[in-house]
C-alpha cells in the first residue's frame, strides 16, 4: 500500500476545512485534517464532524523486540494467540535475551 496526499481544489465541498485527501493509489481512503484523519464515508457526514473526534475501527498490532546472540530481531502479530505461542518457545532458548513486548493501535 503507498499512499499519497493530494490536495484538494477550490471546487470541492471541504476546501479550507480539511488538509488533505489520502489514497491509495486511485482509491480515496480518508481525509486529513490539522486535528486527525476523518473517514470518507459521506461527505455531508466529514462536513458536520469536521470539529469533532472521528470514530476510527482499529485492531492491535503487537511487536514483540528481542535479542538473538546480542542481534536484534523483531516479529510483528495480528494474533494474540499466536504472540503467546511464539512467545513461550523463544523463552525456552537460552541464546535469545532482553525480550520486549510493545501494542500499537492501526486503521482496520
Known amino acids: 500500500m503507498q499512499l499519497t496526499y493530494q490536495k484538494l481544489g477550490k471546487d470541492h465541498p471541504l476546501y479550507g476545512k480539511v488538509e488533505f485527501l489520502v489514497a491509495d493509489g486511485m482509491t480515496p481512503i480518508c481525509y486529513k485534517t490539522s486535528e486527525g484523519y476523518l473517514p470518507i464515508a459521506s461527505e455531508n457526514k466529514a462536513q458536520n464532524t469536521v470539529n469533532s473526534q472521528p470514530e476510527v475501527e482499529t485492531r492491535s498490532l503487537y511487536v514483540l523486540s528481542f535479542k538473538v546472540n546480542d542481534e536484534a530481531e523483531e516479529m510483528t502479530f ?13 523463552m525456552e532458548k537460552n541464546f535469545v535475551s ?11
Open 98 to 108: 532482553d525480550m520486549k513486548l510493545q501494542t500499537y493501535q492501526v486503521v482496520a
Open 78 to 90: 495480528t494474533s494474540k494467540k499466536k504472540l503467546e505461542k511464539t512467545q513461550q518457545a523463544l
